[in-house]
T-cell receptor, first 114, second 113 residues
């Protein structure tokens, strides 16, 4: 079965600091990878996704992620965070075998201090 | 596009009562998912449908939970009887036949007293 690990449960940063959130998955085959963001009181929104091709993917709001197959990782990065990035971030994976359901990590709560 | 629509947005009920949550997927999407979010267990899949047919219901906690999709534009998740441990935010999501990206609704916050 697939599983997703997000090692940082709560991250506190000051504005303009750089961000990197870790995500590791366990599945040996082809995977599709996602990062979703959930702002306080809101629903999940897609930040970025990786299906194939260039392992460095760029998403909305200046976020990017790098797929490293050898490390089973898909870490999320942003060079300079803003107060408005305060939210919970979820990494998700589904196996590229046709199964459509997503397996989510436990989430990382990011708090950006002005 | 209105996005995925869920109703009600909030539901407070008493233990033992029947609860019905509703979802309207994005028009043209042929996959529909129900997820539950709790502090203890995070986001977990309950069930998903393809072309109105349940594909995987292995995440449905127990027989008290049931889900239906009578047509392409409507799905329900029913809990009967409800228990306090069912308190959670229930999300519905839909996906088109191409990319695997899922679009989430605003969720229903259920509180069972």
């Amino acid at each position: 079965a697939q599983s997703v690990s997000q090692h940082n449960h709560h991250v506190i940063l000051s504005e303009a600091a750089s961000l990197e959130l870790g995500c590791n998955y366990s599945y040996g085959g082809t995977v599709n990878l996602f990062w979703y963001v959930q702002y306080p009181g809101q629903h999940l929104q897609l930040l970025l996704k990786y299906f194939s091709g260039d392992p460095l993917v760029k998403g909305i709001k200046g976020f990017e992620a790098e797929f490293i197959k050898s490390k089973f990782s898909f870490n999320l990065r942003k060079p300079s965070v803003q107060w408005s990035d305060t939210a919970e971030y979820f990494c998700a994976v589904n196996a590229g075998t046709g199964r459509r359901a997503l397996t989510f990590g436990s989430g990382t709560r990011l708090q950006v201090q002005p | 596009d209105a996005g995925v629509i869920q109703s009600p947005r909030h539901e407070v009920t008493e233990m033992g009562q029947e609860v019905t949550l509703r979802c309207k997927p994005i028009s043209g999407h042929d996959y529909l998912f129900w997820y539950r979010q709790t502090m203890m267990r995070g986001l977990e899949l309950l069930i998903y449908f393809n072309n109105n047919v349940p594909i995987d219901d292995s995440g449905m906690p127990e027989d008290r939970f049931s889900a239906k999709m009578p047509n392409a534009s409507f799905s329900t998740l029913k809990i009967q009887p409800s228990e306090p441990r069912d308190s959670a935010v229930y999300f519905c999501a839909s996906s088109g036949g191409g990319p695997h990206e899922q679009f989430f609704g605003p969720g229903t916050r259920l509180t069972v007293l």
